[in-house]
């Protein structure tokens, strides 16, 4: 049953005597914060995070890779052992197909421009290709395909020294697909498969006026064909990109020209596959943003609505975590200020629903950075319900400062729901509330998570 579009809920439906009861518990975002302190990994390195079929979560941290169980255990896996391996290990893990994890270094390998790597479930660790300036330097944003062949991007190198697109089997044949000269784009920072089977992506600088670019790669045809698309009013410097439940692409950029209705100091982008870029939320001071290439910085939860990271932005200057509904609207959700980690670098929704997340700074003495969950809300849950002398008194459990609305209404009607009491603050787990009816009538309550 549908109360409003925005709302979820859970009903319950209750006969006391001849008084007919149905409740409807909705809720809006809540902000539980906790981080796992990295006291012997250092992630000051632009590092993300991914969460495996087994549970765990994967991440690199300079010249590690480590795992990290839901509970907070950190394990060291495995790291280059020279620098042939590859060096400064950058960006997300991937779970191959094949079992093995995949990733990058920026620097390192036979020919000093960086390596995709394999680590194997014993911890073996073997640079597949090692890249040079003539076929790229610095690989990162690996995508697996079907046929198993991996997929990614160098941020320079190639012929013009401004980055190129490439394909690696993962027996280390390496081919070039698209090579970026500056006015299609340089940098790029971002890939990812689409729905429609073709690689998009975006480039830190180039194009026009060197304020960046996005780009498409297709690759159905034997010849793979660049399709590069300008930043020339809609923002600049992109530096991340993901396809949204409606087939939009959606990204974050440093700075907005055109839309500059007010001092932004960057911007939330949508754009058509076919490159028609508009501009979806900007972002002022209160919550700056400083996307750097190779952050996985925004997301679309389960709930629809975006989530991404900053890398500065007032009060503290050392990052926050905000939210973007689909439709713009902007809310900051967690100020970090270094005592619960500084400078967020990756962001993602785990199995249990939850967000989390790398600091590249923590709070250990030797600052080397945390994971921090943002746990997501979960409905009231009716705990008991009690007739006593003409009143019924709801309990429902709650969010610790949280505000609560209680509501009835004679019928399902949207519009017809009336305010029960004011809202009511949480000053412990659970809330009560008592209403006086008629028990020969029908009266349906819902209670609402107040943002």
Same mark, same amino acid.
């Given at each position: 049953?549908? #109360? ?45 995070? $991914? ?20 509970? +907070? ?37 036979? &020919? ?23 076929? +790229? ?7 697996? #395909? ?27 044949? =390496? ?21 429609? +089977? ?17 780009? /498409? ?12 698309? *300008? ?9 991340? =990109? ?33 490159? &028609? $870029? ?20 925004? $997301?679309? #939860? ?16 050392? +990052? ?23 400078? *967020? ?24 950075? #945390? ?11 009716? /705990? ?38 004011? *809202? ?6 659970? $809330? ?20």
């Amino acid at each position: 049953m549908e #109360a409003g579009n925005s709302m979820k809920r859970v009903t319950t439906f209750v006969r006391l005597a001849s008084l007919a009861l149905l409740f409807l518990f909705t809720s809006r975002l809540h902000a539980e914060f906790i981080f796992t302190n990295f006291s012997t990994l250092d992630t000051s390195n632009e590092n993300s995070l $991914i969460q495996d079929a087994d549970g765990n979560f994967y991440g690199t941290a300079q010249n590690q890779i480590f795992q990290v169980t839901p509970d +907070g255990v950190k394990t060291f896996l495995a790291g280059p052992s020279n620098m042939n391996d590859g060096s400064n290990l950058f960006g997300a893990v991937l779970r191959g197909m094949d079992g093995y994890l995949y990733g990058t270094s920026q620097s390192g390998g036979t &020919n000093g421009g960086g390596t995709v790597f394999r680590v194997g479930t014993n911890g073996s660790f073997t640079a597949i290709c090692s890249f040079s300036m003539t076929n +790229g330097s610095g690989p990162l944003s690996l995508v697996q #395909a079907k046929d198993g062949s991996l997929y990614g991007v160098t941020f320079s190198g190639g012929n013009s020294g401004d980055g190129t697109v490439f394909k690696l089997t993962t027996n280390g044949f =390496l081919t070039t697909l698209a090579t970026f000269i500056g006015t299609n784009g340089a940098q790029p920072s971002s890939l990812i498969f689409g729905n429609d +089977g073709n690689l998009y992506g975006v480039t830190h600088s180039g194009g026009i006026n060197s304020l960046g670019t996005a780009f /498409k790669v297709m690759i159905n045809g034997t010849t793979p064909t660049l399709i590069s698309f *300008p930043f020339p009013n809609n923002g600049y410097l992109p530096s991340t =990109l993901i396809q949204g439940n409606d087939g939009y692409l959606y990204g974050l950029s440093e700075g907005i020209s055109y839309f500059a209705v007010q001092s932004y100091a960057g911007a939330m982008f949508r754009m058509t596959t076919n490159g &028609n $870029i508009t501009l979806l939320a900007g972002l002022s001071h209160t919550n700056l943003i400083f996307p750097d290439p190779g952050y996985n910085s925004l $997301i679309q #939860a389960s709930d629809g609505n975006f989530y991404g990271l900053t890398f500065g932005g007032y009060p503290t200057d050392k +990052g926050s975590l905000f939210q973007v509904t689909p439709s713009g609207t902007v809310t900051t959700l967690v100020s970090f200020t270094g005592t619960n980690g500084a400078f *967020p670098s990756s962001l993602i929704q785990a199995a249990d629903g939850n967000l989390y997340g790398l600091t590249q700074r923590g709070v250990s003495s030797n600052n080397f950075g #945390a994971l921090f969950r943002l746990s997501l809300p979960k409905e009231p849950v009716l /705990k008991n319900l009690t007739p006593t002398n003409g009143t019924i008194t709801l309990t429902w459990n709650a969010f610790l400062n949280k505000k609560y609305q209680a509501q009835y209404s004679s019928d399902m009607n949207p519009t017809n729901w009336h305010d029960l009491t004011d *809202p009511i603050t949480a000053t412990n787990a659970m $809330i009560s509330t008592t209403d006086s009816a008629d028990p020969q009538t029908s009266r349906f309550y819902r209670v609402v998570l107040l943002p």
